[in-house]
Structure formats: C-alpha cells, structure tokens
C-alpha cells in the first residue's frame, strides 16, 4: 500500500531554474494538497485541488503553479526559483473534509534548497 | 474562520514522566479532530482522531486525547514518555469547509 508518493525526495536548484513536484496517491481521493514546511512557522497551504482538472490557491501561492490532469497525481511547479522557495514540500491526500471524520495523508516529503 | 491553537511549541518532559501538549480550536460546530506526529525527516502520521463516537479517544503508541466542548479542547496525553516519542505533534481539524486547519506544531523532547 503506498499512499502517497513524492518525487524527487532531494533536489538542489539554482536561482531561476524551474522544476516540477509530482506526487502521486492510490487511494482514489478527491482532494489532494501541496503544504511546505518551515522552521517554526508550522505546515502552510500552498495550493489544493478538490477533483481532477480543478486547482485552488491556498494561503501561500505565490511563486508556485500546480495541475491536477489525473486523479492520482498531482503536480507542482516552480517557473522561477527564489532562495525564499528553500523549504520542505508536503504532498497530501484526502476524501472530502468534514465528512465522516475523513483523515488526510501525508506523503514523505520533499527537501528543497534553492542556491 | 476556523482556528487551531496550540499551545508551548517545545515541550520537555522526562523519559517516564506525563506528556501533555494542548490544541485548542475554534468552531461553531462540533468538528472532527485529529493529532498527528512527525518523526525527524518524515512526513505526518495519524496518531488519532475524534469523530463525535467518544469524547476519549485513543491512539497508537499510548497516547489518547479528550474532547471536551466546553473548553474547545482536545489535549493529548501520554502518561508514561519514551524516548521513542520525541517527535512534533500537530492537532488538526475539519468541519466541513473544504480544509483542514493545522497547528503550528510542538516539538516533544524526551530526556534520558
């Protein structure tokens, strides 16, 4: 059972490059998330997706573009890179929120440093 | 809007000895509640979650937590620590609007 997969788990970029995130999950969720991770300052919502096809901004997009073309995947971009980008990325799966107590899943993360 | 608090973001207890880390939230309606935990360089595991079936909930590894909606409350408790669960504890919640709504995290450290 693998849940939620994230690749790569390391990357290194310089200013100004571009990558792409992909995380991909296996248990058919409609709702999937990309948080990034700070010292200190908890787990940010970056963007999320309620269904295949639909994207939403959460409280930090700036910066970051996502797609959601299948269900399993979901993908996030960085078109440009910035040194304020350096952070963990978590990818995260859900059915709807605030029904039947539906948890979230998290995947392992990903460790980004932006030179 | 809804709101997770969490209070003390370090918490330092001895190996044996109780481990309290408090979430508090704001909802106007009875919402679900979930604690997770974060071992170093891992992503976010399911320690448990309250889902209106039982005030007292109870989790892996020893730990449980209590509803108690009149203090908008849901405090996790382990009564005896292990080295083991040195980790960062995150309380969450949903209720219904699309989200779910994070704390900022305590980080639990166990001494010897």
């Known amino acids: 059972n693998a849940g939620v997969t994230q690749t790569p788990k390391f990357r290194v970029l310089k200013t100004g490059q571009s990558m792409t995130l992909l995380c991909a999950q296996d248990?058919?969720?409609?709702?999937m998330y990309w948080y990034r991770q700070d010292p200190g300052m908890g787990l940010r919502l970056i963007h999320y997706?309620?269904?295949?096809?639909?994207?939403a901004k959460g409280e930090v997009p700036d910066g970051y573009n996502v797609s959601r073309l299948k269900k399993q995947n979901f993908l996030l971009g960085l078109e440009s890179a910035a040194p304020s980008q350096t952070s963990v990325y978590f990818c995260?799966?859900?059915?709807?929120?605030?029904?039947?107590?539906?948890?979230?899943?998290f995947g392992e993360g990903s460790w980004l440093t932006v030179v | 809007a809804q709101s997770v608090t969490q209070l003390g973001s370090h918490v330092s207890v001895s190996e044996g000895a109780l481990v309290l880390l408090r979430c508090n939230y704001s909802?106007?309606?009875?919402?679900?509640l979930f604690w997770y935990v974060q071992y170093p360089n891992q992503g976010l595991q399911l320690l448990l979650k309250?889902?209106?079936?039982?005030?007292l909930v109870k989790g892996i590894n020893g730990f449980e937590a209590e509803f108690k909606k009149s203090e908008t409350s849901f405090h996790l408790t382990k009564p005896s620590a292990h080295m083991s669960d040195a980790a960062e504890y995150f309380c969450?919640?949903?209720?219904?609007?699309?989200?779910?709504?994070f704390g900022s995290g305590t980080k639990l450290n166990v001494k010897p």
């Open positions: 909802s106007s309606v009875p919402p679900y």
């Open positions: 995260a799966s859900s059915l709807t929120p605030g029904e039947s107590g539906n948890t979230i899943y």
């Open positions: 969450a919640v949903s209720e219904g609007f699309n989200k779910f709504y």
């Open positions: 997706s309620v269904g295949e096809g639909t994207t």
């Open positions: 309250y889902t209106s079936a039982a005030t």
């Open positions: 248990m058919n969720h409609e709702y």
